[in-house]
């Protein structure tokens, strides 16, 4: 049964696609901890279990067209908690232990047992979900989370998480027939109202192109320019990568164990604005965040104290912008895993 669930997905379909075809579109989604999937498609003044309700506790419709969809990418970071707490205790996208939805399908929504705490999907017709019976339940406890490409079907909750596997490898999420709305949520057992936390995700949309009957995919985005580092539970580039993608204009690769090793020119010492952040690092295996950091402030013994441990930090010192992983400055670095990407503008 996993094997009909799981296709492998073969990189030649993105060399095939960048011969012609439309490009992704791209959005940014901030999902809050809250974000209960059964409540998907459902109106105003709906309740789920344990006192959730529409739309205080609905998920995030994704506001992207699925009209000739192939298939969703997605890039995550963030932390939450199933419970008040978080900050300092949070799980990033990928979740931690395997849980199960306790009050099985709800609304014509499947049940799944996935992660607590994951980032999780859910598409949608046109019709309101509860006018029809649920799918069946995913267990990605059998079926795992190192999967290449996954095709759930409507109304089947689905575990997305960072939308990488541990090694980095972009997971495709295809779009099943019919599908004209895709909702992002958390994984919880009951009673989302009490998390705490958000995810931010970006949101990519593979389209076909009805010529080719091919899908298109913007390489600069998903295509890994570097090799992991042996023995590591994440994959953690071995070196910076700094591309210049316009005046004043990069993007960066920066892995967890580089302290101040990623920088720029910025001779004027001017404004440097960075976006479309994204990855993980652990400073251990008990601390992993995105590039907002843990949660909890440093203190004076870290390169940025008064920022988040953890986070995405610069400085700009001697005409250059420097950017690193905010931890105490040392031989901790070396233990670091994971990578933050990002891209940066000099105003």
């Not at 901030?30 to 006192?51: D, F, I, Q």
């Not at 980032?119 to 290449?148: C, K, M, Q, S, W």
């Not at 958000?198 to 076909?208: C, G, L, M, P, Q």
Request: aromatic letters at 8%; charged letters at 15%.
């Amino acid at each position: 049964m996993v094997a009909s669930v799981l296709r492998v997905f073969r990189l030649a379909h993105f060399g095939a696609a960048l011969l012609g075809g439309q490009q992704p579109a791209t959005v940014v989604i901030r999902v809050p901890a809250t974000a209960n999937p059964y409540l998907a498609g459902m109106p105003v003044g709906t309740r789920s279990t344990h006192g959730d309700r529409a739309p205080e506790q609905a998920p995030v419709l994704v506001d992207l067209s699925l009209t000739n969809a192939a298939a969703v990418i997605v890039s995550a970071s963030g932390a939450i908690n199933h419970l008040p707490g978080c900050p300092p205790t949070c799980d990033p996208p990928q979740g931690s232990a395997i849980a199960r939805h306790q009050n099985g399908a709800e609304h014509g929504i499947s049940d799944v047992v996935a992660p607590m705490n994951s980032l999780l999907g859910v598409f949608l017709g046109d019709d309101r979900p509860d006018r029809g019976r649920a799918p069946r339940a995913l267990n990605f406890g059998a079926i795992g989370t190192e999967f290449l490409s996954i095709s759930p079907q409507l109304k089947q909750v689905f575990f997305l998480g960072s939308g990488a596997t541990r090694a980095g490898r972009p997971q495709r999420f295809v779009v099943p027939k019919n599908a004209t709305r895709l909702f992002l949520g958390t994984m919880d057992g009951f009673e989302w109202n009490n998390n705490t936390g958000y995810f931010s995700v970006a949101v990519t949309i593979e389209r076909t192109d009805v010529s080719s009957g091919l899908f298109s995919v913007d390489s600069t985005v998903y295509f890994a320019k570097f090799a992991c580092m042996p023995n590591r539970s994440k994959c953690t580039p071995e070196r910076e990568i700094v591309e210049a993608r316009g005046d004043k204009q990069y993007h960066i690769v920066l892995p967890g164990q580089s302290e101040w090793g990623a920088s720029i020119a910025n001779p004027a010492e001017a404004t440097v604005i960075v976006s479309a952040s994204s990855g993980t690092v652990c400073l251990n295996s008990d601390s992993c965040s995105g590039p907002q950091g843990t949660g909890k402030i440093a203190g004076a013994d870290f390169l940025v104290p008064g920022k988040g441990i953890g986070a995405l930090v610069s400085k700009t010192t001697g005409g250059r912008t420097y950017f690193s992983v905010n931890d105490r400055s040392g031989n901790a670095y070396e233990k670091h895993e994971g990578y933050f990407e990002f891209d940066v503008i000099i105003r």
